[in-house]
C-alpha cells in the first residue's frame, strides 16, 4: 500500500482510512518466519540485542527478570544466565517486568550496560551494572540505579532505552496507562512520562543533561532531560545506523498505531491526537504537532511493535526498509519512504504467536521475538505448489503398489490414536530439504513450512489403502490438507 507523507491533521484523513481498510489483506506475503536458533526456547522474551564488544553474542532479555547469553556461532548452541535481578523486578502485569537493555558505547573496555525495569511502589528503574571478569556473567551487585520515575499505574510504562550515534542514552517512557491520558501527562513537560529522555551517563552523577536538549535552562520548570513528549507508550524504538535517523512506534488507544521519526523538540501529540486523529474539541491547529509516518487503524492490529531499518546482508531486497509488526495481529510489514514523500507498505509475514519485540545483531539482521519464547527470522518464501492431483503424483511412495516410503519419508506413531470406524493407519512425516523440527520441552515443537504430515487409512485385516490424508504446512499461515481415495 502506498499512503502520503501526513503533514496537516485533516485534509487527507478519508484517503488513508480508505487504503488501510483492505491494503495488507491485499498484499501476498513474501517472507515466512522460522525458528532462528533450534533448540533454544525463552521464558517470555521482550528484547535482543548484541553488546558493543566485536563479539557475534547475543543477548535476549526475559520479562521475569533475567538476561540471557548465547554465542550464534558455536557448533552446538548453549545459552547462559548473564544476569537475574528476578528479586526486584516485578513483571505481575503484562507491561511490568525487566523491559529494555542498552550497552554502553565503549562497553568493550568499561563493561558498563544499563537496564529499565519495573520495580516496587510502580516505579520505573533505570539501572547500570557491570560485566564480571567471565564475559557471559554481570555482576549482580554493581546495580547502580541512575533514574527512578514514579507510574501512577502498572500500564504504559513504556521499556526501550537505546544509546544514540551522539553517545547520549535515549528512554522511552508511556503516559502512565489511564484510558484517554486521564493523568493528564502526554501534555505536560513537566513529568517524564508520555516522554523520550535523552541523557548524558557520563558526565556526571548520575547523569547529565546534554547542553543541546530542548529544554535545558527553561524558565517554565519543564523537565530537561525531555527530547520529545507527547506519546501514548513508544515501547519499542531504534537509530537508523546509515541516517541516525531515530524510529518510534507508539502504541494506540482505540484508533491508530503510530509509526513516528522523533526529533528534539517536537510534540507528537497525544493525547489532543491520536495518529492523525483530532481528539480535541477544542481543535488541534493551535498546536505545532508532528504528525506520524505512518498510521494504521485496528482492523490491521491493536498494538504496534517498533522495528529497525533493516541494514543487513541477507536480505538485499528490504535493504533500506524499516521493519515493524503488531502484537495483536501478528502482521510484519516493512515500510519504506519515497521521493515523493508517500510510503510504501508491505505485509511480509505472519508470526506464529503473539510478537513482543524485534531484535537486531553485531551484523545488522533483525529478529522477530515471540511471546511463547521463540526467536524467529524472516525468509524469502518459496513460490507455493498446487496440491498434486494424484496421490502418485506427491512422490511420498515409490511403489503405491507396495505402499514403500520414498527416502526421507520417515514413520512415526502417535501415544493416542483416534478410532475412526475401526480403520487401522500408517503416519509418515516428511520435512524440507535442510528444514529442522524446533525442539522445546514446555511447548509444543514447531515445524519448518514445507513439512507433510501423511496418513494412511485401511479397511481392517487388509492393505488397501482407503484414504490417504497430506498435511501440508503453508508459512505462518497454517495448514492446507488434501485427500486421495
Known amino acids: ?71 550464534p556461532t558455536a557448533v552446538e548452541l548453549t545459552m547462559r544466565l548473564f544476569l537475574d535481578i528476578r528479586d526486584v523486578v516485578r513483571d505481575f502485569r503484562p507491561e511490568t517486568g525487566l523491559l529494555g537493555l542498552a550497552f554502553h558505547p565503549d562497553y568493550k573496555n568499561n563493561g558498563r550496560f544499563f537496564v529499565h525495569y519495573s520495580g516496587e511502589s510502580f516505579r520505573s528503574f533505570i539501572a547500570e551494572f557491570r560485566v564480571s571478569a567471565d564475559p557471559d556473567s554481570a555482576v549482580r551487585l554493581s546495580e547502580r540505579v541512575i533514574l527512578q520515575v514514579r507510574q501512577p499505574s502498572d500500564m504504559h510504562n513504556g521499556g526501550q532505552l537505546e544509546f544514540g550515534p551522539d553517545g547520549y542514552l535515549y528512554i522511552g517512557f508511556g503516559d502512565g496507562g489511564s484510558p484517554d491520558d486521564r493523568f493528564a501527562n502526554g501534555q505536560d513537560r513537566t513529568t517524564l512520562l508520555a516522554t523520550i529522555l535523552r541523557l548524558d551517563i557520563d558526565g556526571g552523577e548520575p547523569y547529565s543533561i546534554p547542553p543541546d536538549n530542548p529544554f535545558v535552562d527553561d524558565e517554565h520548570g519543564w523537565r530537561e532531560e525531555i527530547w520529545a513528549w507527547g506519546l501514548r507508550n513508544p515501547w519499542r524504538f531504534s537509530f537508523d545506523p546509515h541516517t541516525e535517523e531515530l524510529w518510534v512506534g507508539d502504541v494506540g488507544e482505540d484508533e491508530r498505531e503510530e509509526v513516528n521519526i522523533v526529533e528534539g523538540g517536537h510534540n507528537y501529540g497525544w493525547p489532543r491526537m491520536e495518529g492523525s486523529l483530532c481528539r480535541d474539541e477544542a481543535g488541534c491547529d493551535d498546536m505545532q504537532l508532528t504528525l506520524p509516518v505512518f498510521e494504521y487503524d485496528h482492523s490491521e492490529g491493536a498494538a504496534i511493535n517498533g522495528g529497525y531499518v533493516y541494514r543487513g546482508r541477507r536480505l538485499a531486497a528490504l535493504h533500506g526498509a524499516y521493519l515493524f509488526g503488531d502484537f495483536g495481529s501478528r502482521k510484519v510489514w516493512s515500510l519504506r519512504r519515497q521521493q515523493d514523500g508517500a510510503v510504501q507498505v508491505d505485509l511480509l509475514a505472519l508470526a506464529p504467536a503473539q510478537i513482543t519485540s524485534f531484535g537486531r545483531d553485531a551484523l545488522g539482521e533483525i529478529y522477530v521475538l515471540t511471546i511463547d519464547g521463540e526467536v524467529l527470522q524472516l525468509t524469502p518464501s518459496p513460490p507455493t505448489q498446487p496440491p498434486a492431483a494424484r496421490l502418485s503424483e506427491t512422490g511420498i511412495f515409490v511403489d503405491l503398489a507396495t505402499q514403500e516410503p520414498a527416502a526421507g519419508v520417515l514413520p512415526y506413531e502417535v501415544n493416542v490414536p483416534l478410532w475412526s470406524d475401526g480403520a487401522r493407519k500408517r503416519r509418515y512425516l516428511s520435512l524440507p530439504t535442510q528444514g529442522k523440527i524446533g525442539y522445546r520441552e514446555e511447548a509444543a515443537w514447531s515445524l519448518p513450512p514445507g513439512t507433510r504430515l501423511i496418513k494412511n487409512f485401511y479397511l481392517p485385516d487388509t492393505d488397501r489403502i482407503v484414504e490417504t490424508r497430506i498435511l501440508i504446512r503453508r508459512e505462518e499461515e497454517g495448514w492446507e490438507g488434501s485427500s486421495y481415495r
Open 1 to 71: 500500500m502506498v499512503l502520503p507523507m501526513k503533514t496537516k491533521p485533516q485534509g487527507i484523513l478519508l484517503f488513508i482510512l480508505a487504503l488501510l481498510g483492505s491494503a495488507s489483506h491485499a498484499e501476498a506475503q513474501s517472507y515466512h518466519l522460522r525458528p532462528a536458533f533450534i533448540g533454544l526456547s525463552f521464558e517470555q522474551p521482550i528484547y535482543l540485542t548484541s553488546a558493543a564488544d566485536r563479539t557475534q553474542r547475543l543477548f535476549v532479555v526475559e520479562k521475569r527478570g533475567t538476561i540471557q547469553v548465547f554465542d
